[in-house]
């Protein structure tokens, strides 16, 4: 099927993903009053596996999608299951100090852990692989990676990594464009509208009450907030906010302030012969490279190359997603050059301003709770604060409180000057990557 622009309506937009579904389920429209314990607003990775871990713990719980499950960056996104939560923790010492510190590094790892257990439990078909790599595109970012290593295997987690030096490289990929790598078989990749799809499952055999085409269009807070949609309502003891890029402003302007909509882009090859994949990725592992404004990229279940990057901050699509994106795929894999673009699509991520993701309460009303703000790697981010989540309402609330101490700016100018200040700020640290 070749699709080659993106298409974006109440149903899924046009994706690989899309194309290769595999546990399509629609749910309902709200269209009626309804009590439970707790109401999750977003049907992403985030709200789906809070409401997972709630269910899990007696809560009884509803959830609240504007379109479909999956249908945001959950359900398009690079498929990339990294370790690691938030960007350079140690700027966050001073606050949470060094068990925080600690705390969050070792959640990196265990988010990764919660996917992997939830996969195999619940026999969800998403191509799960296992293997990735961070790839050093210049001296630099080798010296990184060697720092990176030897804090690993400092802790006792060096089982599964290792330092490939250039001559080395052509091991994990046929390219040229690299100085290195750390390999890391303890991430990868998967299909994450599957993944997503096959948790909605997993929540509704657990008695969570799921709507789709059902936009939270108003919270009236209180002792018992109550969400109001177009059809319905939602009277509940807790509310947790998991819209992420789509949560805007007019739902609460607190949480929707401090999360900017950032667009990232994708394309699907046609598919590749078993040789071509040998060449260009002989051990069908993940990568992502270390710039800025990196290029991620890994084979499908069907042999395609699926090549991701581009990050943009207007809010609007690129005209030609391909054209955009084709000459970064050409300059990784000259082997590939002139090969069919079968898919492209692209959608929004939410990014903060200092890069941690944002998981607390809103300080007027302590029984909303949020998650947002993943920055790119909200595969394994999302699982880990729905979990902070269910310890939070289940008076466990240590680690989620880690989060919680720490302060987020406020984005300045509103929803229609937010963006280009980040995308002024986002170019000054590109020259300082570059230079």
Known sequence: MLVKRPVHSDQYPSSYYFDTAKELYEHPQLQESIKVDVCVVGGGFSGINTAIELAQKGFSVAL?????????????????????????????????????????????????????????????????????CDLATKPRHMKELYED???????????????????????????????????????????????????????????????EYSAAEKIIKGDKPKVLTAKGEVNCQYLVLAGNAYIGHKLDSYVGGKVLPAGSYLLATEPLTDEQCKTIIPQNMA???????????????????????????????????????????????????????????????????????QIGRLPDCPNILYAQAYAGHGVNATHMAARLISEALTAQAGRFDIFDKVQHMTFPGGPTFRSPMLAAGMLYHRMLDIF
């Open 64 to 132: 609240l999608e504007a379109k479909r499950i999956g249908w945001g960056a959950s359900g398009r996104n690079g498929g990339e299951l990294i370790r690691g939560i938030g960007h350079n923790i140690e700027q966050f010492r001073d606050i949470i100090g060094e068990e925080g510190v600690q705390a969050i590094n070792q959640m990196g790892f265990e988010a990764v852990d919660i996917v992997r257990q939830r996969v195999k439990e619940h026999k969800i078909d998403c191509n799960l692989q296992m293997g990735y």
């Open 149 to 211: 290593y030897e804090d690993l295997v400092s802790q006792g987690r060096g089982e599964g990594f290792k330092i490939l030096e250039k001559q080395d490289i052509s091991q994990v990929i046929g390219s040229d464009c690299y100085e290195g790598a750390l390999v890391d078989m303890n991430s990868g990749h998967l299909h994450p509208l599957n993944l997503a799809l096959g948790e909605a499952r997993v929540a509704r055999m657990l008695g969570v009450k799921m709507y």
């Open 287 to 357: 990568f992502a490279d270390m710039r800025i404004d990196l290029d991620y990229f890994h084979l499908s279940e069907d042999n395609r190359l699926l090549f991701g990057g581009l990050c943009t901050y207007s809010g609007k699509d690129p005209k030609d997603i391909e054209a955009a994106l084709r000459p970064n795929l050409e300059k990784v894999f000259p082997q590939l050059k002139g090969i069919r673009i079968d898919f492209e699509w692209g959608g929004m991520i939410g990014i903060g301003a200092n890069r941690l993701p």
